[in-house]
């Protein structure tokens, strides 16, 4: 799952759910829904108010959606068609393009160099700037959530897929030039989740036990930090995701409980500090963690949550983020029950989030009154830093030159930053890629790979 997705997105199966499915955009700060008459793109840049950016009811049943970063592209499937994928210009109201496929797309993923679209057993890589299909991976383990990851971070745009439909390897790929960089041993079961930090420098990855989250160094493939989520029960891990700055790591799943972990090496102890008792212990079973079972010694090693947040329900889709809005971090939950949930999180001390705001993702995107919220624990002095203030700075749909609903103004170009190569227009009529000259059809097993 990417911060992003996080770059992170989920269907929800069943038509009495709210919503169908629900993502954050690469850089989370555009959140997508999809219902039974069309999507929304909501603008995650306030607390206070979530705004509307875009809303289309021109097909019906989405399932997927995704948006690049905060421009007017974005991708749908829909029920009607499943097989089929539409690119808009939601700004422009335009088709860009639309591909079908030789079985229903369970998953899209994308940055400014690379859009992916994964099958049950194959996936297919697209170059974006012209939606060429650049290689077809034929014939991959069985996948029939669309598991996949993709690096935000056009300069590697590692993809990271299941590599056996049994165990819990993962295969590493280079999207950029097009091979098999190695394969990941990440856990003995079958894989739940994954998901790359901003640089695309590490990876994370749950099982189907959903007990241990384990984070790898990309492209070495080397473990970095082994998180034990809990040792009770086993979860259904719906969502995995990096802060932006790769200091937290997020996972939520089908309980009331969402982890975030905090990524540090504890520094080891100065050798001319005096001795204490709890110094004593601590290297005692560090040196006895050596002589254990693998298992024992593990667990031992593993470290528990920085912080957590406690949702009001259980048992349903969800998906989570780290983002930081407004100056602060802060952590957001979007459930298939059609709500947003915004907490804080204290990024010194951790401890259990503070809820802040409840949204409505159904309605016009204004604040959903909860009586319950009004009346709350007294928030902590020293967490005095993390407590939501109106932004100083203009917002960027009132910047020159840019617009959160479009990418930019019309005429003006797309900062460097914005796509992989540039300069790009997407509000210009010479619009990238070229509208309704791509479609195609994906349904052969002897295509060009």
Known sequence: MDPGRGEESSEVPGAAEVLKCFSYNQDCTSLAVGTATGYKLFSLGTVEQLEVVHESEE??????VERLFSSSLVVVVSRVKPRQMNVYHFKKGTEICNYSYSSNILSIRLNRQRLIVCLEESVYVHNIKDMKLLKTLLETPRNPTGLCAL????????LAYPASSTTGEITLYDANNLNTVC??????????????????????????????????????????????RGMKRYVNISSLVFSMDS????????????????????????????????????????????????????????????????????????????????KLPRVLVASSD??????????????????????????????EENPDDAVRSPIPQSYAATVARPSLLPSSSSMPGYSEDGGT??????????FAVGPVRLDDENEFPPINLCRRNRKSKGEPS
């Open 151 to 158: 690096s935000i971070n056009h300069s590697n745009s590692y």
């Open 338 to 367: 059609g709500h947003l949930y915004i907490y804080n999180l204290d990024p010194q001390d951790g401890g259990e989030c503070v809820l802040i705001k409840k949204h409505s993702l159904c309605g016009s995107g204004k604040l």
């Open 183 to 228: 394969t990941i041993p990440a856990h003995d079961s079958p894989l739940a989740a994954i998901a790359f930090n901003s640089t695309g420098s590490k990876l994370a990855s749950a099982s189907e036990k959903g007990t241990v989250i384990r984070v790898f160094s990309t492209p070495e493939g080397e473990r970095l930090y082994e998180f034990r």
């Open 409 to 418: 103004l019309r005429g003006e170009v797309i900062p460097e930053h914005e």
């Open 59 to 64: 097909t019906p049943e989405v399932y997927i």
């Open 247 to 326: 200091q937290f790591l997020c996972a939520s799943s089908n309980t009331e409980t969402v982890h975030i972990f905090k990524l540090e090496h504890v520094a080891e102890s100065n050798l001319d500090e005096p001795p204490s008792w709890t110094g004593y212990m601590g290297k005692m079973l560090t040196a006895a963690s050596n002589y254990l079972p693998t298992q024992v010694s593990d667990m031992m090693n593993q470290d528990r949550a920085f912080a957590t947040v406690r949702l009001n329900f259980s048992d349903q889709k969800n998906v989570c983020t780290l983002a930081t809005i407004q």
